[in-house]
């Protein structure tokens, strides 16, 4: 038998030389393949989907809970004391909203998210009459404007308006996915929906809130696919409205200047920005490497304004030290990665703007709440997810978590899907019958 010999691929060189073969190619360098291989662990798409994301998730989120309710306990106990009510008052409250958080959590993961689609516009159109109607009957603290009586309860409607943007904002864009091309279409509805949100948190003088909910709609817009140069156009636009917002306020011009170090006198007498952001640091200072120990924080004595709420971050470091600190940015960075893998996974346009939009909310909001901690940014009046003390942050928070979860969970096949209770056997069914 005569054996045909086999003809390689392709055309023949000219010059009569063979081709290089893809092993002699050129290869990436030492740091462009470490990068690379770093960043392939990181999206984990070289692995087949199982529940361990879904369990990192949910992990990172009870424990970050569960440290706040802890934190809040110790920050407020002394101010709680001299205003003469209970020391366990302010923890209890944490604690509570923070069981219906994990509830509301637990009964969205079970679900599948596609149902908010149909619910996004009335949300929307139900959290800007909150917000309006924060600006007539609202409450003011500290100069802000964002909490309402409800019946008895207090609410923030900013906080609902997050999780209502990004899922707006996802359900929107994921029926123009085809048309996000041209202008018109990626502008309308989403900047003036997104804008009438931030116009009327605006009014609450919440500025915190309002960068918030800017990088949620630029990270729908990315997320949604919309191409780069709209986004760089846009992104000019933001901060050219930011310049403005800030530049239109004596408050907000003396939080730059306070934080730049060239606070004039009438600054640091009408707001005097540096007392709460320099305090915050002795607090990290004192705590060291270990801390003083639970409990025994010293700023939280009338010295840290906020203490239990925007600064908690530094009554963490002051009284569990750098290991104290160091166990929260692990537990963020964990829960990031995990979402972020979720996110990468989705073929889903609008479950994949939906988690983008979540992680980037969480993980900016975190993020620039210590920033603004260790002064690496201006006070701004951002609480940190899961921690800080706050009712509604931390329900709506959980309920994002529960939304990325029930996309985690939608990813594994059906027998590894986490349950709540364990299946029982055949044989152990039959026992019991």
């Known amino acids: 038998m005569v054996s045909t010999p086999t003809r390689t691929r392709g055309r023949a060189p000219r010059d009569g030389k063979p081709e290089a073969s893809p092993a002699s190619a050129k290869k990436p360098s030492g740091l462009r393949r470490l990068l690379r291989n770093f960043w392939d662990s990181l999206e984990g798409k070289d692995r087949a989907p199982n529940s361990s994301t879904y369990y990192l998730i949910l992990g990172c989120a009870l424990a970050l809970t569960a440290i706040g309710v802890m934190m809040v306990l110790s920050a407020s106990s002394v101010e709680a004391i001299s205003e003469g009510k209970s020391p366990y008052a302010d923890a209890l409250k944490q604690a509570m909203f923070g069981v219906l958080g994990a509830l509301a959590m637990y009964v969205i993961s079970r679900t599948n998210v596609n149902w908010m689609k149909r619910l996004s516009w009335w949300a929307l159109g139900a959290v800007v009459v909150l917000l309006a109607l924060v600006q007539v009957m609202g409450n003011s603290v500290n100069g802000n404007k964002n909490w309402i009586d409800i019946g008895g309860v207090t609410l923030q409607p900013s906080e609902t308006a997050k999780l209502v943007l990004c899922v707006w904002i996802a359900a929107v864009l994921a029926r123009k996915q085809k048309l996000l091309h041209r202008w018109w279409h990626v502008i309308i509805p989403v900047v003036p929906g997104a804008g009438l949100v931030i116009a009327l948190v605006m009014l609450g003088n919440d500025l915190g809130t309002v960068i918030v909910i800017a990088a949620i709609t630029a990270a729908g817009l990315f997320f949604a696919g919309v191409p780069g140069k709209m986004l760089a156009i846009a992104g000019a636009v933001g901060v050219a409205g930011a310049i403005l917002g800030t530049v239109s306020s ?40 270990t801390g003083l120990g639970l409990g025994q924080s010293r700023q939280k004595y009338n010295w840290l304004p906020e203490a239990h709420n925007d600064f908690i971050f530094a009554i963490i470091g002051e009284e569990l030290g750098l290991v104290g600190t160091i166990v929260v940015l692990v537990l963020f960075a964990i829960l990031g990665i995990a979402i972020f893998r979720v996110v990468v996974r989705q073929t889903d346009p609008f479950q994949r703007t939906l988690a983008g939009g979540i992680m980037v909310w969480l993980l900016g909001q975190a993020s620039m709440n210590m920033a603004v901690v260790t002064q690496l940014l201006p006070v701004v009046g951002v609480p940190l997810p899961f921690i800080s003390y706050g009712g509604s942050a931390l329900v709506m928070s959980l309920c994002g978590v529960g939304v990325v979860l029930s996309l985690a969970r939608s990813q594994l096949p059906p027998q590894q899907r986490p349950r709540f209770l364990p299946r029982r056997s055949p044989k152990t069914a039959r026992k019991h019958t």
Request: hydrophobic share 40%.
């Open 250 to 289: 004596a408050n907000r011009i003396c939080r730059i200047t306070s934080w730049l170090g060239t606070a004039s006198a009438s600054c640091k007498a009408d707001f005097d920005f540096d007392f709460q952001s320099t305090n915050g640091m002795y607090g990290l200072a004192q705590g060291s490497w």
